[in-house]
C-alpha cells in the first residue's frame, strides 16, 4: 500500500529569507502596520504592545543575536531539504494557503484539493529584474482524484479544482505559498505533488486546529487506501505566530503536535489564529497527517525584530 513516509514543515516569513541586516527594517515597518493580534487575539497598535513588552525583548535585538538565528534558521531549512532529497519520495502532498492569488471572497472554501494536471506555482525568478517566475508542477492526478473521493467518504466537505487562474485583483502577481516550499525544500527538483489549499487566513470559514488535525489524518488514511505503492511526503509551510510574537503560544503548538494531543489542540483560542498567524493551522493539518512518525523539532527560533515584541516563530519540524 502506499503510505506517508516522511513529513516536514517549515517557516518561510521574511527573517528567513532575508538577512539578518535586513530585520531592524522589518521591525521599523511594524510600527505602522494595522491588524495584529496579541494574546487574546484582541487587535492592538504598535505603541500597545510596545507599552506591555518585557524589556528583556530589546536586550536581544543586537545584530550577534539576528545573526545567530539567522544561520540556524537556513541550517534548519538545508536539513530539511536534505531530508527530503535523501527519502526520494514518489509523491508531495503540499499544505498550502491562498492569499488572494488564485481564490477571492466570492466563493472561498476552506479546503480544496487541486486536482489538475499542472499546478501554476510562481516560484523566485532566475532573472534578477523579475520578482517570480511561473512554473507548472506536474501533479499525481490520480491520487488527487481518489483523496477528494476518500475525504467526502470520511465526511469531509470538500472542494476540488481542475484548473485555477490568477486573480485579476492581485495584478497578475504570483503567490509565494507553494513556490516556497519548491525552491528551499524540493531545492528546485520537480516532483509530482498533490496541493491542498486551506483557508487559513480569512474568516469566518476557517477550519479549526482540532479539524485540521482530523483533516491530516484523513489525508493519510486515504493515501493508505490507494491501490499503489508510492511513498509519499507532506510538507507544511508558513507560522507559527507572525506579527506579534507569542512563544507561549508556539510551544504549547508544538508540544500538542508532539504528543498527538487533539484536546489541546481543540482548545486553542481561534482568535489567535487569524491572520498570518493562521499559517499555524498548516503545521497541524501536517502533524495529523504525520501522527505515525516520530515528530522532531529541530529549532524552534523566538525572531524578535522590535522592542515591541513583534517578529516570528520560527520554527522547524520533521516527522520520520
Known amino acids: 500500500m502506499a503510505d506517508i513516509v516522511l513529513g516536514l514543515a517549515s517557516a518561510r516569513s521574511p527573517m528567513v529569507n532575508f538577512p539578518p541586516e535586513r530585520w531592524a527594517a522589518l521591525g521599523e515597518n511594524d510600527k505602522t502596520r494595522t491588524g495584529m493580534r496579541k494574546g487574546d487575539g484582541q487587535l ?16 536581544g535585538l543586537t545584530s550577534e543575536v539576528w545573526e545567530a538565528q539567522y544561520a540556524a534558521a537556513q541550517r534548519s531549512v538545508s536539513d530539511l531539504a536534505d531530508t527530503l532529497m535523501g527519502v526520494d519520495p ?11 492569488v488564485f481564490i ?47 475525504l ?16 485579476e485583483s492581485n495584478g497578475g502577481k504570483g503567490g509565494h505559498e507553494f513556490g516556497w516550499a519548491y525552491n528551499r ?8 505533488i498533490v496541493p491542498f489549499i486551506l483557508n487559513v487566513h480569512y474568516s469566518p470559514n476557517t477550519p479549526s486546529p482540532k479539524r485540521l488535525y482530523q483533516f491530516g489524518r484523513a ?17 507544511g509551510t508558513g507560522g507559527l505566530s507572525v506579527g506579534v510574537l507569542e512563544e507561549e503560544l508556539d510551544r504549547s503548538i508544538l508540544a500538542a503536535m508532539g504528543s498527538h494531543d487533539v484536546d489541546a489542540l481543540g482548545k486553542l483560542n481561534r482568535d489567535r489564529l487569524q491572520g498570518p498567524t493562521g499559517e499555524t493551522l498548516l503545521y497541524i ?36
Open 219 to 235: 489525508v493519510r488514511r486515504a493515501v493508505q487506501s490507494w491501490p499503489g505503492h508510492e511513498r509519499v511526503a507532506v510538507i
Open 185 to 192: 525544500l524540493m531545492a528546485n527538483h520537480p516532483r509530482l
Open 44 to 59: 492592538v497598535t504598535y505603541d500597545e504592545l510596545l507599552a506591555s513588552a518585557s524589556p528583556t525583548i530589546a536586550e
Open 104 to 150: 477571492d471572497g466570492t466563493n472561498r472554501p476552506g479546503i480544496l484539493v487541486y486536482r489538475g494536471d499542472a499546478f501554476p506555482t510562481f516560484v523566485a525568478a532566475t532573472d534578477p529584474t523579475k520578482t517570480v517566475t511561473a512554473l507548472e508542477q506536474p501533479v499525481a492526478v490520480g491520487l488527487a482524484e481518489h483523496i477528494v473521493r476518500s
Open 90 to 100: 514518489d509523491v508531495v502532498l503540499i499544505m498550502g494557503d491562498d492569499q488572494e
Open 285 to 320: 493539518a501536517t502533524a495529523g497527517a504525520a501522527e505515525h512518525l516520530k515528530m522532531e523539532v529541530l529549532e524552534y527560533i523566538p525572531g524578535y525584530r522590535s522592542p515591541a515584541g513583534t517578529g516570528c516563530g520560527m520554527a522547524f519540524v520533521r516527522w520520520q
Open 152 to 167: 467526502v467518504d470520511q465526511e469531509f466537505d470538500v472542494a476540488d479544482s481542475a484548473a485555477l487562474s490568477l486573480l
